[in-house]
């Protein structure tokens, strides 16, 4: 079993295994897992063209091979033959596409996301499409219509969401790296819970094109991986402007990140790390999440970093200011699904308000509704008054105190979540305490800088794994991922939950 790119890289070019191979293997694991008596669900379909895409791969290579230009074929098509997991809400052309929910039944993509269409280009293979919760609302992939993803570690417990598919697939080793989707923590979440490092990159770094909007000012697709540097890769191939998505950017450095090194000693007793009082004050956080974090604060100091305890009291308000807007930007957004452009249609011939009524119903499962429902409320100035603009308010101060941050310090470090994975059924029927999961990383979303949670222990009691997290200023991926891999040099292989 491989666990990284570049050691499946090696094994492509030696020729000691084949796209096909890996492929293959893969498939094998999905089928045998659907009838296991606890199936994971992490893929909820593998795509029927990624043998044939493999077998081409390996055509490719084994031509170079006897050409005598092998690294020249993988300079140019770094993940040449690499498979990988994608989200139920980002369009791989040709395949279907549901984001979960039974409106979508039936829908297949008529194109390829940017991120999708820059992944193949440097020759990945898109494997499947990984289960999430409903129009990925949700902390814990149990809003899902095919019901939940559990989590590898201990299949009693959830994987965590929105992207609990994905980070599943990839702690499960059924996949090299995943892509996932980030409106308040979806990616890093369940990264946490996994025992895997995930990215939620600056707002726009990656393009949105061919992903199925959320929250439009908050979405951001995301990475997962079992080490920083099969993250970087990836985000190096994929980032940079999109001329159809027009909130998209370029990343300094993005291109160098395919040779990612740590820090240096020097660089690393230069850092300046702050730590937000108002998180180390939170109530309902689990005692080894608590032992955990103090272990990683300790570990910067004992490197030589600097770290301070800061005052922000904003971020009291950003889980509050995170579901006004969220809710409101879903609830315009699903006004699309209505039965005539997409996905499934209930007619019984009475009008088009009954068949939108009838069609949405049927449709939509109960977290969305909650959503949808909730969303209208706040965008309703006559029910609401203006919620939504007070919203709207407290994220541009919370952009702006985050930012003076950044000007004196490197990184935040906070844990990124308050507990670790619970079990199926905990807080499904409860709504709060499931949206209290985000608490430590909504803010992220809101101030739209990079993330990346890094494995940091498990629980003492069942053993679940626990996350902690770098945030940086916008566009500071390079600094946080280096940094990440200093955590790696030192605990080795923390993000291989599963080895084999």
Known sequence: MYYTIKETRAALKSGETTSEKLVRSAVETFEKDKSAPIPLNAFIELYEDAVEKAQSADKEI???RAAGNIDKLFEEKPLLGIPFANKDNINSKGHRLTCASKILEGYVAPYNATVIDRLEKAGAIALGRCNQDEFAMGSSTEYSSYGPTRNPINR?????GSSGGSAAAVAANQALFGLGTETGGSVRLPASYCGIYGLKPTYGVLSRWGVVAYGSSL???????????DIAEPLSLMCGV??????SADLP?????????ALSDAEFKSLKIAIPKQFLKTEGADPDVVKSFEETRKWFTDKGAAVEEVDLPILDASIAAYYVIALSEAASNLSRFDGIRYGRRVDDGQGYDELYVKTRSEGFGPEVKRRIVIGNYVLSEQFSGDTYKKGMTVRARIQREVAAVFEKYDIILC???PTA???LGAKVDSPL?????DLYTTFVNLARIPSINVPAGRTSTDGMPIGMQFAGAMFSEKKILRLAQNWENDHAGCGIAVKE
């Not at 979405?219 to 540097?229: N, S």
């Open 253 to 261: 450095e993005g291109k160098s990140l395919n040779s990612l090194e």
């Open 433 to 437: 305490e499931m949206y209290l999961s």
């Open 219 to 229: 979405d951001q697709v995301g990475i997962l991986g079992h080490t920083p540097a």
């Open 415 to 417: 844990p990124t979540c």
């Open 242 to 247: 999109d001329m159809y998505d027009d909130t």
């Open 156 to 160: 009693e417990f959830v994987s965590g």
């Open 62 to 64: 084994e031509a170079a």
């Open 421 to 423: 994975a619970f079990k």
